[in-house]
């Protein structure tokens, strides 16, 4: 069984849609993040949330949102999209204290033309 | 503010032979370290980490690190590495006792030739 999984694997969209990708995770986790990686293989956090609390990088656009229906899951959702968003997204989740430990989804492919 | 540095954008290794994956960080507290690994189109997989205790710390795949706290430092090494460890590895920090977010440094990617 896949611990973290996304959806979709790849997204090709144009400029100015809103999109979605999905993410959940079966771990029992109670944190889940998201990350952006660009094409040089940078890996920035975008959010953090658990039940209490969502913390946002303050340098990312308030285009993105996530949303948490339920503890697994953990979509983000991105509007109005630009050329600049394209890259990978990974969706991650860890345990409470060991936050240090997490576990990623296969990440997100994100093309926008 | 934490930080990872990275020297190397890459090693290459000769397979059979020892390997090291520099790190260094930078916190004002005490330091929770981690690598993690990415095998090409796959996401991160975490590798080992240091909280506390003994400074060598071993890890997945017959990986172990190094942690210095005089120079700063959590060097990743393998005695002997294999074609398979070829990969982009992430250290990252975390400060000890805080909820901040881990941050990752830039990458260094491991090439092993046979």
């Known amino acids: 069984d896949t611990a973290v999984s996304q959806t979709p694997k790849y997204l090709v969209t144009q400029m100015g849609n809103d999109k979605s990708i999905k993410c959940e995770q079966n771990?029992?986790?109670?944190?889940m993040y998201w990350y952006k990686q660009d094409s040089k293989k940078f890996l920035k956090i975008m959010f953090s949330y658990n039940n209490k609390e969502l913390i946002i990088n303050e340098t990312v656009p308030n285009r993105f949102s996530p949303k948490s229906p339920d503890k697994a899951h953990l979509n983000l959702h991105i509007n109005s999209l630009e050329l600049g968003d394209s890259a990978v997204y990974f969706c991650a989740s860890s345990l409470g204290g060991r936050a240090g430990e997490q576990y990623f989804g296969p990440g997100t492919r994100l093309t926008v033309t | 503010a934490q930080s990872v540095a990275q020297p190397e954008d890459q090693v290459n290794v000769a397979e059979g032979n020892p390997l090291t994956v520099k790190c260094t960080y930078s916190?004002?507290?005490?330091?929770?370290l981690f690598w993690y690994v990415q095998y090409p189109n796959r996401g991160l997989q975490f590798l080992l980490k240091?909280?506390?205790?003994?400074?060598l710390v071993k890890g997945s795949y017959g990986f172990e690190a190094e942690f210095n706290k005089s120079q700063t430092s959590f060097h990743l090494k393998k005695p002997s590495a294999l074609v398979s460890d070829s990969a982009l590895y992430f250290c990252?920090?975390?400060?000890?006792?805080?909820?901040?977010?881990?941050?990752f440094g830039k990458g260094t990617k491991l090439s092993v030739k046979p």
């Open positions: 240091y909280i506390t205790g003994d400074n």
């Open positions: 916190v004002s507290g005490n330091p929770y």
């Open positions: 771990l029992g986790h109670d944190t």
């Open positions: 990252a920090v975390r400060e000890g006792g805080s909820q901040g977010n881990l941050i």
